[in-house]
């Protein structure tokens, strides 16, 4: 029986909070927030037990995970492995790894550290976003392993099968690069396209009643809240560049081809995009539905 603390009740910290209560082996769920009014949602919703500031959650908890904007991880983190027992572990949750890593690499507590990434969430943010098995199926990515002891790993590796996450390792700065291709660039690809509709909104009146399925599937990930994206794309400004320098390669392309009437270039884009599908379907396999 353990006691966790979750240092941001939101999407990703209530989440895991429901699940690891729903197995039934914690002794206690302590909430940490700095937004007193998801601290009280919070306890409200069943998430977590109570509300602690972070340097009390810190002296009674087993492990703390961390699921609050990475900016705000990046600052935390050192002082929260200084004010850490010996025997405790801090998981984070981070969309970035390589400068949440560097923050503690050098630290005396370093080992008590685990930086993991679970490939997991929805547009929504705060508590009462939290969904019972978010995690279930979905992937995560532990960085730079060797760092943390067998102790810290072997219990964030039970945390991660209690909410049904696989892991896999990654050193931070391939992390990075990659999830700024499969997930970063979407989001800026999203909140540009809705932006770009909602600009021309203002001169095109009743445009959105044309709006359909596939404008709402490409748009979602423009509801997502800016407090946690702003800091990721500021983190990640330098492999988020190039995935955009690439995308804007092959927008200007495809506009190029359309003024000059070059059809067949236009099929065989749009065909060699196709091969996207057996690769969405093999992710689907992994991904059981979320409940
Ligand atoms: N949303 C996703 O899809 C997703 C997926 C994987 C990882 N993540 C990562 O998880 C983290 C949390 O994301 P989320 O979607 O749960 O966000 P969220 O906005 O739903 O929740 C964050 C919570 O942290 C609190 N908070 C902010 N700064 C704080 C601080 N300094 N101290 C204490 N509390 C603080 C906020 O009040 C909020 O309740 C981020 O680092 C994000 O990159 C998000
Ligand atoms: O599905 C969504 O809404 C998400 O944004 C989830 C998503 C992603 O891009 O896949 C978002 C950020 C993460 O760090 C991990 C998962």
């Not at 969430?121 to 009462?128: D, H, M, R």
């Not at 209690?162 to 979407?186: C, F, R, W």
């Not at 190029?256 to 091969?275: D, I, K, R, V």
Request: include cysteine.
């Amino acid at each position: 029986m353990k006691t966790i603390s979750i240092v941001g009740t939101g999407l990703i910290g209530g989440s895991a909070a429901l699940d690891l209560r729903k197995a039934g082996n914690v002794r206690e769920l302590i909430g940490v927030d700095q937004n007193p009014e998801h601290a009280a949602r919070a306890v409200e919703l069943g998430l977590v037990d109570r509300i602690l500031p972070l340097q009390e959650a810190a002296a009674v908890s087993d492990v703390l995970l961390v699921a609050i904007p990475v900016s705000a991880i990046q600052k935390l983190l050192p002082s929260l492995l200084d004010m850490l027992p010996p025997q405790a572990v801090v998981i984070d949750l981070g969309s970035t790894k390589s400068l949440l890593c560097e923050a503690v690499r050098q630290h005396p507590n370093r080992a008590q550290f685990v930086a993991a990434h679970p490939i997991a969430g929805t547009e929504y943010s705060g508590p009462t976003a939290a969904l019972e098995g978010l995690y279930q199926g979905k992937m995560n990515i532990i960085c730079e392993k060797e760092l943390s002891s067998e102790h810290a790993l072997h219990t964030a590796q039970e945390v991660f099968s209690t909410l049904g996450l696989k892991t896999i390792y990654m050193q931070p700065e391939e992390h990075d690069k990659h999830v700024a291709y499969v997930s970063h660039l979407s989001h800026v690809s999203s909140f540009l396209l809705g932006l770009t509709v909602l600009d021309v909104e203002k001169d095109e009146r009743n445009i959105f009643t044309l709006a359909g399925s596939g404008f709402a599937s490409t748009v979602r990930l423009a509801k997502s809240s800016p407090d946690m994206w702003a800091p990721i794309f500021e983190q990640n400004a330098h492999f988020l560049s190039h995935a955009l320098a690439e995308y804007i390669k092959h927008l200007q392309r495809f506009q190029e081809c359309l003024q000059s009437g070059q059809t067949q270039e236009l099929y065989q884009m749009m065909q060699q995009a196709n091969q996207i599908r057996p690769v969405l379907d093999g992710i689907a396999q992994v991904s059981p539905v979320v409940k």
